[in-house]
Structure formats: C-alpha cells, structure tokens
C-alpha cells in the first residue's frame, strides 16, 4: 500500500529544518512531492550551539537538563510551523499524510558509547499537527552496536533501483565529509565515509579568501594540483580501512597545505576530495559503472571534472540531472525511513552502519 509520507530533517549545520513529501511503499518511491525549508533564527542557532556544548555530559539518553530542555521545546515549534507553514502553501491539510518522519536535531552521537541523542518531544510534535509521528531513528541501531550512521542509503537504494539501469552504481554524498552508498540490484548495500567532502575546501577558502566556499569550483579551476601532497595524504590509514567506516568533519583539520597559492590550495584539496573517493573502488566487491553526486559538492564543477577522471570509464551526474532534488533527499529519506518503519522493514545494515543484522527502528507517537 503505497502511503504519504512528510519527511522533516534538522542537519548539523543547524541552518534550519527541511521538509519534504514523497509517496512511497517503503520499498520504491512512486512520487516525489513538493518540499520546503524553515530556516532557524538567529537565536535559535545560537540556544541550539549550547544545547550541544551542554549535551556532552548527558548522563543518559532521555535526560533533558537546563538549556536542554529549552532547545527541545524550540526544536519541537520549529517543525510544527515547518510543517504548518508547508501544509498551508501545498492548500494540504493533516488527513491527506499518513505518516510524518521526524528525525530531530542530533545533540550527541557517540556509537562507541551506545548513545545517539536527538532532541525533539515527537508526543508534542504529532498533538501540534494532528498527524502520526516516527521518530527516534537511530536508537535501535546503536544500542545493538551499530555506528547509528548512514540512515539514507535505503533510500538511495531506493532512488537508483527506479533508474534501471545496470550496476554497481555508487551514489556520492559530498556534504562537509563526503559518503556513499553501493547498490547493485538486489545484493548487499554498502556504506561508508570516504574523507574530507567541502570541509577542508570551505575552511581553506574562509581562510584565504574570506568567502564560504569555492562557488561551482571557479576558484579551483584556475590552481595547479599538488599531486604529491595528495599521494601523501592518502596514506592516512583510514582510507586503508574496509566498509563500514564514518568520520567526523574535523578528522582530517591536521593536514596542512603550507605556504602555497591560494588557487593551488583550492585545486589540490579539491583533488583531495575526489582521490579520496576514487579510493574506496578497491574496497568494493565490483568496479562501479555509474557515480551519482548529491549534495553541496554536486554543484562543484571542477569537484565533479576531478572525480571523472579519477574514476573513468563510469559515468559522473550530478543527482539533479535525474530529476532528483540533491537539497531534499535527506528529508524525503526520513519520508521513506518513516514508510519503512510502519511496515516493520530493515532501515540499517550490517555493511551500511556495522550493526550485527539488518535492523528496524522508529518509535510511533500519535496525536
């Protein structure tokens, strides 16, 4: 039975919340819908920045101390008017959702420490917009020991099984760190980090520059690649490490470039980038035959020359050359997580999060 599933997600640049319908059975995505973006306030961002320094000494999961609980409470509003706010333009009203998938905003994740904190009062959540709620994604995997993370590659999976065409195809998120997913037909999927995504890039570019990123890779384009540097970075023993493997957006701040031009420095970094994800081909059970990019580093045009050459003969598209909304999956995959966890189908792997078995999750709260 194919239902309407709202997909709500808060990321860690806390720049707001993403909202996004899609029809689906759990298993294909049938349509896309509309989506929408209620970006936080000024103080909200900052009331969310000492909720995550606060959350650090969390004694468990479900406590909610001081500036905890008040974050949670303007969490919780901000997905009820992003979901209001997006009901009213889409002239929607709650009885046309079956289910709204709300992830919530992640104030700790420490697998090894069999704890992932997302903040959020879902009971609240599905009172304010009179519509069934899943949350709490995460929880089932990392208490049986799974890293908590990738939770989009079912949906990636599910993206490229509608584009028949033959696999492997590997699916290449580059947001701050850059991730894939390898799917090839029906066999097992396949997930993990493969190094710095714009992270370093952007940082670089803060530096030299004073801009926030590298736009469309104009910057990169006119450098010279210090393929050594490169080489030598690529030693690092991470990227040695087999599947599945996850990093944070600072692992790698200690690699230095030096004294070099800063359109060198942009150039080399951005091949940093895309070696890294050549990197992990040997480490796949087969050589992919289509990349697709999503993400911020799809609309880096010399990111996107870099990876081909690095990566030939496949194919390199941008995730919007097929349709698909590189600003949207992550809100359209809890959409689908939500689907999936209704009918009580896998949303975790033992090759997408290290978890022993294919594992479900997501708790229901009703309004």
Avoid at 154 to 171: C, F, K, M, N, T
Wanted: some cysteine.
């Amino acid at each position: 039975m194919m239902l309407t599933a709202l997909g709500l997600m808060s990321g860690t640049s806390l720049d707001g919340v993403d909202v996004a319908l899609i029809e689906t059975d759990g298993k294909q995505v049938k349509a896309f819908g509309p989506s929408g973006y209620r970006p936080y306030t000024h103080a909200e961002r900052n009331l969310l920045r000492q909720a995550l320094t606060e959350a650090v000494h969390l004694p468990q999961r479900d406590a909610r101390p001081g500036i905890l609980a008040e974050a949670e409470r303007a969490v919780t509003l901000a997905h009820a008017e992003a979901v209001a706010a997006f009901t009213a333009q889409n002239r929607m009203v709650p009885e046309e959702i079956d289910i709204v998938g709300f992830h919530g905003q992640t104030v700790l994740h420490r697998p090894e420490r069999r704890m992932t904190v997302q903040i959020g009062d879902a009971p609240a959540l599905a009172k304010l917009i009179h519509i069934p709620v899943m949350h709490d994604f995460r929880a089932a995997d990392v208490e049986a020991g799974g890293q908590g993370a990738p939770f989009v590659p079912v949906y990636h999976r599910a993206l490229a099984q509608s584009l028949d065409r033959e696999g492997p195809i590997v699916v290449v998120n580059i947001g701050g760190v850059s991730n894939i997913t390898y799917i090839d037909g029906n066999d097992a999927l396949i997930a993990c980090d493969t190094g710095p995504g714009n992270a370093l890039l952007d940082d670089f570019m803060f530096r030299t520059m004073n801009q926030a990123f590298d736009s469309e890779g104009k910057f990169a384009a006119l450098g010279k690649v210090n393929e050594a540097w490169v080489a030598r970075a690529l030693q690092l023993p991470f990227f040695a490490l087999p599947p599945p493997k996850s990093l944070d957006r600072n692992d790698f701040a200690a690699l230095k470039l030096g004294d070099v031009a800063p359109a060198d420095g942009a150039a080399t970094l951005t091949a940093f980038t895309a070696a890294a994800i050549a990197r992990v081909i040997p480490l796949l059970p087969k050589r992919p035959r289509s990349w697709i990019v999503c993400g911020g580093g799809a609309r880096n045009l010399t990111m996107l020359r870099m990876l081909r050459e690095r990566v030939s003969p496949a194919s390199v598209q941008a995730a919007d050359t097929l349709g698909w909304s590189s600003d949207a999956i992550e809100a359209q995959a809890f959409g689908f997580l939500a689907a999936r966890g209704l009918k009580g189908l896998p949303l975790s792997y033992p090759a997408t999060t290290g978890v022993p078995m294919p594992m479900t999750g997501g708790v229901i709260a009703r309004p």
